[in-house]
């Protein structure tokens, strides 16, 4: 759905106290900042987090509210303006754009938790960013009033960046009346230590360290169970009128972690075209002395690589929008809605990936250098495909399941 039609629709119009920007305004916005944010992706690498002067411009330009809340000072728009946004940014810094996909759509899942927690955080800080750590690991405790946090969370993708952090862990029975399984806990910066473990080959920017909490102490209404996120039936759901609030988390935020991995290829495809067009072959080997740009397997490297981009693009662009068509028709976002997003999020990660792999190829000895961005882009295409939600082997499983008629085995 556009978002012309959206706020057209008398029924599900959403009230704004500002003027917001438009989606051409938002790229164009975004395209004005990429010069200066792809100048810094090997600071970004060799720093191991993003750099401040990044998460300072998108911040300022008023980025990191795109989904959230209107009633909060946000813009409300679905999830497919971030997306194409985390697509324009990775072109220039894929690190960069994984943190701020996380950042932008935290404030769209904080609109999920009880009215409080939104409080207790955007009445202190109108953009603040969140980092997260959804696999369900330490330890929560029952205590008066809310939960003891103990353990080690790893992969908090921006943790240096962040004031507060999204954490998993498994909730006990409480005399509250929460029901045991998987929560997302919601605690300050000041509660938790980051440790100094992220040294990888791809996505090396984003950061993503282990927080470590001791004896945190939660209070019960910043938790909320995971069993919500996945139906989309919140807290915050009933606190805004908008019922692009009501579709399941996983429809949504891993599309922008899909869309770092595909606007990494798409930027690796341009910078392989500038730097091919003009180059000539040298050394004592057939065809030396040629330009690359006349060899037909250099053509086809780009037209494969250019299909594969396209395709995952569209792929993830048509999944957040049909999830928004059918929430606002008053239709509820069925299993295999759900496994749908699930799979194009992570086929769209492969095809990333292959438009990667099929251009770091052919870029001979100059591509061996860390400072080639083709083969930046392919190390971060393939790290995207290593996250548990967009692992082609661990999502694609669930919707063959599914089309065998098998119960599917996994998060969606």
Known sequence: MSHTATLENPQTAIQHTEVRPTPAELLATMRALLPQIKARAAEAEKLGRIPAENLRALRDAGLYRIVKPAKFGGYEYDFDMLVELV???AQACASTAWVYGLYAAHQWLLASFDERVQRDVWDEDTDPAVCGSY??????TAAAGGYVLNGRWSFASGCDGAQWAVCA??????????????????????????HGDWDVVGLAGTGSKTLVLENVFVPSH???????????????????????????MLSNVPSCLAAAGVGAAIGALA???????????????????NRMAEFPTIQLRVADA???????????????????VTIRSGQPISTGDRILSRRGQAFAVSLAIRAAEALNASTGGYGLAMSNPVQRAWRDANAAGRHISLNWDAVGTMSGQMALGLEPKGQY
């Open 306 to 324: 250019a299909a594969s981009t396209d395709a995952a693009k569209e792929i993830l662009l048509r999944d957040v929008r049909a999830r928004a």
């Open 87 to 89: 697509m324009e940014l």
């Open 222 to 248: 910043r938790l909320l169970a995971f069993s919500a996120t996945i139906s989309g039936n919140t807290p915050g759901s009933k606190v805004h009128a908008n019922p692009g609030f009501r579709i399941p």
């Open 271 to 289: 910078d392989y075209v500038e730097a091919t067009g003009k180059r000539v072959t040298r050394g004592a080997v057939a065809g030396g002395n």
């Open 169 to 194: 862990s498994v909730m006990p029975a409480d005399e509250a009346g929460h029901a045991p399984g998987p929560a997302f806990f919601l605690v300050p910066a000041s509660d938790y230590v980051i």
């Open 135 to 140: 696999a369900p690991a330490g330890k929560a």
